[in-house]
């Protein structure tokens, strides 16, 4: 069978998580969140977790090597998944050509990068908001998000480029209800899995 394998792309508090969470359960496929990974480490305070901890709090990315082995292993996990859901992977040009591999290992490819767009305003509030009920340290400090914002727009927008070379690449409107947003997700999805299926 076919995989479909879907990445969910934009800047922080964009609605990943949010969106990937219907997403992965309409068209079952494996959810796999690197932040939702590195916070888990964090819980279970392991070596992984306390070292990637420093960099999220800072609103600076956890290295290269530590978020590919674990999008690595993980892949390894679901031998069996008609397709995966990455959401907030990857993050910099190093993990795009390293997912690139993971892939092909796996003879699979991307079938479809979407990009949620909202403005810096509405990410700012969501962001905020969220802190005050998630306790989340990234969160609350509005240094802390502005600087997430500054590596979002040096080392993560960037990668967009190499996606859309290969026009998997789509602009998605990020901002309205939730179901809103998730209704043209989908439109796009099922768009690109009957293109790919004729
Ligand atoms: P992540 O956990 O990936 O998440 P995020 O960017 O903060 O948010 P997301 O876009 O998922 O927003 P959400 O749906 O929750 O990253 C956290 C940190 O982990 C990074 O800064 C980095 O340090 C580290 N990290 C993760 N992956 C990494 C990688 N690959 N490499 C290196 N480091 C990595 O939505 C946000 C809020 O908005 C929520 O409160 C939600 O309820 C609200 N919301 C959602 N949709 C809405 C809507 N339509 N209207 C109003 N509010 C909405």
Known sequence: MLMFNLIL???PGSGKGTQSEKL???YGLVHLSTGNLLREEIANRTPLGLEAKNFIDKGQLVPDE???GMIGSCLDHHKKAS????DGFPRTTAQAQALDKLLALKKTEIALVLFLEVSEEELV???L???KTSGRSDDT???VIHQRFTV???ETAPIADHYKKLKKFQAIKGEGSVEEIFASLCQAIDKRMKALAS
Do not use: A, M, S
Not at 83 to 86: D, T
């Open 24 to 26: 992965v359960e309409k």
């Open 83 to 86: 397709g995966f859901l990455f």
């Open 9 to 11: 792309f934009g800047p």
């Open 125 to 127: 509030n969501r962001l």
């Open 129 to 131: 908001n969220r802190g």
């Open 152 to 154: 979002y727009k040096n």
């Open 141 to 143: 400090n509005e240094t």
């Open 66 to 68: 530590v978020v590919i």
